[in-house]
């Protein structure tokens, strides 16, 4: 019997008494395992072989489960430390309790979620109590993990599941093939097998020469199990980073560019915010401890000094409270893109400005929040503003309508908020596919006369801020920014995302 090469290989290294995995195969032969299953499923189409597969599920200790393993879960260093406190006898304050079991940031919540689940205790108004009949020892999570840590088989499947829930161990299923001789194969064997020249690819030589009619063709194996590739592709926030800004230039706006780290001047004191009102520090902007900024025209800066001290126009009233220079050049990291707007509208980044006129930009803010599923230190802003006469608020709200209805979101909803820089103002908000919550995605407004009178402007202007991360929320029905953004994002979550065009 003639076989190609392959084939033979795998004929020989198989055996009628005993399966042999693909891997086995592999290694005996030299042969890629993709190799190896092709030519098995050809032996066994020819009744030499036969091909059994079973599920295979395996587990793997993520970078989080492996500092569990050295350093303890910890629920359980939770019940350690307040046993050590004689929390067994009489409850004990819960902060002495933490500060003794070393734990740290998010350690703290993970131990007092699984502290009363695992009844090693109770923990009720800041006071902890632990059971003195429960043991740290047996805990079935931390055996499971140790276990696997130290590659042993057998973990409890319980534990396991709870170990995988909490991120601390990726579970992953497969199949594994094994190939037994069928008694066709030991008697081709027995007869002898030797090896066809086999060609796998048709050449202009072969056709030149005519060789393609003597020549034994291999067969292709759709079913053949291949190697899996990922190819890179582009962020889905960055996919719809650009949508966006195709849907506004489509909306006849134009990109603004600008610095991340720029001056009070350009974030705060254009917008009309007091320099000693909380309002300025409700971002909790990141300060920088760089030398001031120097490039402030000078006589925007008396313009926008005299309104907060003085006011704008005939009835006006400034702040009756402290404004500094030096305060005005102290440099951040904008907490929002509205510093582009300012510059864009005082006529400072690309000259002066006649009506009608629509800008935007899709760009990085920071804030300092505390961060939780829908909030980031920093996040995208979509911001954008159209200078014009007459402008009202229905203009507003039809602009949002159209722009959200392209990424399919119709069920917009509006409701009155307050910036010291916009009069009025709204916050936009839109319901989460998925939980039906409603959910903050913006704030607008029409620019105040003190805002635009100092930047030279005459006519209205309307602007907002959006978030393109809850815009991708609704979209996807992504439930926690997390994970589509930053170190953290789930990276299977995203490619199993189906992009939407
Ligand atoms: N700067 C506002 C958004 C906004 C921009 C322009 C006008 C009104 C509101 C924010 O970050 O929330």
């Given at each position: 019997m003639r076989l190609p090469e392959s084939q033979v290989a795998v004929l020989e290294a198989a055996s009628a008494t005993e399966e042999r995995t693909i891997e086995q195969l592999s290694d005996d032969t030299g042969l890629k395992p993709e190799t190896v299953t092709g030519a098995a499923f050809d032996l066994e189409d020819e009744g030499l072989v036969s091909v059994s597969a079973a599920e295979t599920v395996s587990y793997a200790v993520t970078d989080e489960g492996e500092t569990y393993a050295d350093a303890g879960l910890p629920e359980v260093r939770l019940y350690r430390a307040a046993v050590d406190a004689g929390a067994d006898d009489a409850p004990v304050s819960m902060g002495e309790v933490i500060g003794a079991a070393d734990l740290g940031g998010p350690a703290v919540d993970i131990a007092l979620a699984n502290y009363a689940r695992k009844g090693y205790g109770e923990v009720k108004s800041g006071q902890i109590t632990a059971d003195p009949d429960a043991d740290p020892d047996a805990d079935p999570e931390a055996a499971a993990l140790a276990a696997l840590v130290d590659g042993e088989d057998g973990a409890d499947e319980d534990a396991l599941d709870e170990l995988v829930r909490r991120g601390l161990v990726e579970r992953s299923e497969g199949a594994v093939r094994s190939v037994t001789l069928t008694d066709a194969g030991v008697t081709a064997l027995m007869e002898g097998v030797e090896v066809a020249a086999t060609v796998d690819r048709l050449t202009p030589e072969m056709l030149a020469s005519g060789e393609w009619q003597d020549v034994?063709?291999?067969?292709?194996?759709?079913?053949?199990?291949?190697?899996?590739?990922?190819?890179?592709?582009?962020?889905?926030l960055r996919q719809t980073a650009e949508r966006v800004k195709d849907t506004l230039v489509?909306?006849?706006?134009?990109?603004?560019?600008?610095?991340?780290?720029?001056?009070?001047?350009?974030?705060?004191?254009?917008?009309?915010?007091?320099?000693?009102?909380?309002?300025?520090?409700?971002?909790?902007?990141?300060?920088?401890?760089?030398?001031?900024?120097?490039?402030?025209?000078?006589?925007?800066?008396?313009?926008?000094?005299?309104?907060?001290?003085?006011?704008?126009?005939?009835?006006?009233?400034?702040?009756?409270?402290?404004?500094?220079?030096?305060?005005?050049?102290?440099?951040?990291?904008?907490?929002?893109?509205?510093?582009?707007?300012?510059?864009?509208?005082?006529?400072?980044?690309?000259?002066?400005?006649?009506?009608?006129?629509?800008?935007?930009?899709?760009?990085?803010?920071?804030?300092?929040?505390?961060?939780?599923?829908?909030?980031?230190?920093?996040?995208?802003?979509?911001?954008?503003?159209?200078?014009?006469?007459?402008?009202?608020?229905?203009?507003?709200?039809?602009?949002?309508?159209?722009?959200?209805?392209?990424?399919?979101?119709?069920?917009?909803?509006?409701?009155?908020?307050?910036?010291?820089?916009?009069?009025?103002?709204?916050?936009?908000?839109?319901?989460?596919?998925?939980?039906?919550?409603?959910?903050?995605?913006?704030?607008?407004?029409?620019?105040?006369?003190?805002?635009?009178?100092?930047?030279?402007?005459e006519c209205n202007v309307m602007a907002w801020g959006l978030a393109l991360e809850r815009l991708l929320m609704l979209m996807y029905g992504f439930d926690d920014i997390r994970d589509v953004h930053g170190t953290l994002c789930d990276l299977d979550l995203l490619r199993e995302t189906e992009v939407l065009h």
């Amino acid at each position: 019997m003639r076989l190609p090469e392959s084939q033979v290989a795998v004929l020989e290294a198989a055996s009628a008494t005993e399966e042999r995995t693909i891997e086995q195969l592999s290694d005996d032969t030299g042969l890629k395992p993709e190799t190896v299953t092709g030519a098995a499923f050809d032996l066994e189409d020819e009744g030499l072989v036969s091909v059994s597969a079973a599920e295979t599920v395996s587990y793997a200790v993520t970078d989080e489960g492996e500092t569990y393993a050295d350093a303890g879960l910890p629920e359980v260093r939770l019940y350690r430390a307040a046993v050590d406190a004689g929390a067994d006898d009489a409850p004990v304050s819960m902060g002495e309790v933490i500060g003794a079991a070393d734990l740290g940031g998010p350690a703290v919540d993970i131990a007092l979620a699984n502290y009363a689940r695992k009844g090693y205790g109770e923990v009720k108004s800041g006071q902890i109590t632990a059971d003195p009949d429960a043991d740290p020892d047996a805990d079935p999570e931390a055996a499971a993990l140790a276990a696997l840590v130290d590659g042993e088989d057998g973990a409890d499947e319980d534990a396991l599941d709870e170990l995988v829930r909490r991120g601390l161990v990726e579970r992953s299923e497969g199949a594994v093939r094994s190939v037994t001789l069928t008694d066709a194969g030991v008697t081709a064997l027995m007869e002898g097998v030797e090896v066809a020249a086999t060609v796998d690819r048709l050449t202009p030589e072969m056709l030149a020469s005519g060789e393609w009619q003597d020549v034994e063709f291999a067969a292709y194996n759709v079913e053949a199990d291949a190697p899996e590739t990922r190819g890179g592709k582009v962020h889905i926030l960055r996919q719809t980073a650009e949508r966006v800004k195709d849907t506004l230039v489509g909306m006849g706006f134009r990109e603004m560019d600008g610095p991340h780290a720029d001056s009070e001047f350009w974030i705060n004191d254009c917008l009309f915010m007091p320099q000693d009102h909380p309002a300025r520090t409700h971002w909790d902007q990141f300060a920088l401890d760089v030398p001031p900024m120097r490039d402030i025209p000078e006589d925007l800066l008396d313009r926008v000094r005299s309104a907060h001290l003085d006011g704008v126009g005939e009835d006006g009233d400034g702040y009756h409270s402290p404004w500094t220079e030096a305060v005005a050049r102290e440099v951040d990291l904008r907490g929002h893109t509205t510093s582009l707007s300012m510059r864009y509208l005082s006529g400072h980044e690309i000259g002066e400005l006649e009506p009608p006129e629509r800008f935007f930009s899709v760009e990085k803010v920071y804030r300092n929040d505390t961060l939780d599923p829908t909030h980031l230190l920093e996040f995208f802003q979509i911001e954008g503003w159209v200078m014009a006469e007459d402008l009202s608020v229905r203009d507003l709200m039809g602009t949002f309508e159209e722009f959200y209805e392209q990424f399919g979101i119709t069920d917009l909803q509006f409701k009155p908020h307050y910036n010291p820089y916009t009069e009025p103002s709204f916050e936009l908000f839109g319901t989460h596919p998925e939980t039906g919550e409603l959910i903050e995605i913006g704030n607008s407004g029409m620019f105040r006369e003190e805002v635009l009178r100092p930047l030279g402007v005459e006519c209205n202007v309307m602007a907002w801020g959006l978030a393109l991360e809850r815009l991708l929320m609704l979209m996807y029905g992504f439930d926690d920014i997390r994970d589509v953004h930053g170190t953290l994002c789930d990276l299977d979550l995203l490619r199993e995302t189906e992009v939407l065009h």
